[in-house]
Nanobody, 120 residues
Framework: VQLQASGGGLVQAGGSLRLSCAAS????????MGWYRQAPGKERELVAT???????NYSDSVKGRFTISNDNAQNAVFLEMNSLKPEDSGDYYC???????????????WGQGTQVTVSS
């Protein structure tokens, strides 16, 4: 299973970015997809997750500014980030909790990070 993320970049404070991530490979069932971020010198933290039925969950720091969505047919997840702040800067990682084969247990898979830099 591979998760390919894209969409990071440099933006001024108050701007917007859209991140995309698609899972590929042998996938029996996806339970949850989401985004995490890690700033230099800090722990990786949850940004937002979404179930395959479309139920989102957000960290308090991004509520009202970020919107997570998914496309089950494409095994994809998106993160629309608005009103960006310098403290939103970091490497953003796509995550999927899924079952690769019907007889395997659920596991977490990670994409490569995509860098988001918000200038003040």
């Amino acid at each position: 299973v591979q998760l390919q993320a894209s969409g990071g970049g440099l933006v001024q404070a108050g701007g917007s970015l859209r991140l995309s991530c698609a899972a590929s490979g042998s996938i029996f069932r996806i339970n949850l997809m989401g985004w995490y971020r890690q700033a230099p010198g800090k722990e990786r933290e949850l940004v937002a997750t979404i179930t395959t039925s479309g139920s989102p969950n957000y960290s308090d720091s991004v509520k009202g500014r970020f919107t997570i969505s998914n496309d089950n047919a494409q095994n994809a997840v998106f993160l629309e980030m608005n009103s960006l702040k310098p403290e939103d800067s970091g490497d953003y990682y796509c995550n999927a909790n899924l079952k690769r084969l019907w007889f395997e247990s659920d596991k977490n898979y990670w994409g490569q990070g995509t860098q988001v830099t918000v200038s003040s």
